[in-house]
């Protein structure tokens, strides 16, 4: 099984992924980073002296897309470290023992300790907030500062997933477009901007087997755990997506943990309010 349905379409996404960061118009690394799960594909960006940033994105995207409106100006206060998500729709690779026994603490370790990092700020969104949440609850020395959309494993909303199956295979791109504009709850004016990605989230809908994403199980943990760590980490929602989130919502107030509701946003906050997350990301962990 693979992430993309044919070979066809994985080209034309590895062709997309790349224009997508051609556009971001500065200076970017590529590299692998192999272990016993697959080869974890990882963009590098900014100074390397900087505090390291790493970058988790939803399930159902890749790093091209998902940081694209926030990296120009966070690689210039931090050293980011963009990961794909094995079993995501990007270039990193599933190996024999993704689909036996993957371990996402194992996962995570191995990349980081490749790149060299020990300590660290970061930020999933979704399954990547997930992923990094597990994570600090076992290794709260790595994970410095966590600014999240998402996580604590529960039923989130999801932006693409809903898109897979018939009707992305023979609807029209601008009736797609549409019927995504009124699923993440944005405007046509963040659609205007970033044309671009709205479309390569459809081609991923076409293209992306989420089936495969199955065999992430995280490791359990309890939530008092986790609040152990409340003042280090950070949530953000938007004030348009709050009915889609009220599980998630209620058990981070009732928790104790930090949160931000962001005005007239939906679900793609990264693309509608660039600049304001930034601010949020930069100011939380100033004060960690």
């Not at 046509?188 to 044309?195: E, G, T």
């Amino acid at each position: 099984m693979k992430p993309i349905k044919s070979t066809v379409l994985e080209e034309k996404i590895y062709q997309e992924y790349d224009k997508n960061l051609r556009n971001w118009g500065m200076p970017y690394e590529e590299t692998i980073v192999i272990n016993k799960f697959g080869n974890t594909h990882v963009i590098l960006a900014g100074d390397k002296q900087s505090m390291p940033l790493i970058m988790l994105h939803d399930a159902s995207a890749n790093s091209s897309i998902m940081w694209s409106a926030n990296i120009t100006e966070l690689s210039k206060e931090y050293y980011c470290v963009l990961i794909d998500i094995l079993g995501s729709p990007g270039k990193s690779i599933p190996g024999k023992r993704y689909f036996n026994d993957l371990n996402h603490h194992a996962w995570l370790d191995s990349v980081l300790m490749e790149l060299n990092i020990e300590k660290c700020y970061a930020i999933g969104v979704g399954m990547g907030a997930d992923i990094l949440l597990n994570y600090m609850v076992y290794n709260p020395d790595i994970i410095k500062a966590v600014s999240i959309e998402g996580g604590l494993k529960l039923n989130r909303f999801n932006t693409i997933l809903p898109f897979f199956g018939f009707e992305s295979r023979i609807s029209s791109k601008e009736f797609l477009l549409k019927k995504l504009i009124r699923h993440v709850k944005t405007d046509q004016n963040v659609v205007s901007r970033q044309r671009e990605i709205f479309f390569h989230f459809l081609l991923l809908s076409k293209a992306y087997n989420p089936c495969i994403m199955k065999y992430h199980r995280l490791e359990n943990y309890k939530i008092f755990e986790l609040k152990q760590l409340k003042d280090k980490i950070l949530f953000l929602f938007g004030e348009r997506g709050i009915d889609d989130n009220l599980e998630l919502i209620n058990q981070v107030i009732q928790s104790g943990f930090n949160y931000t509701i962001v005005e007239d946003a939906g679900h793609m906050l990264l693309l509608e309010k660039p600049e304001i997350i930034n601010s949020y990301l930069n100011q939380f962990f100033d004060k960690v």
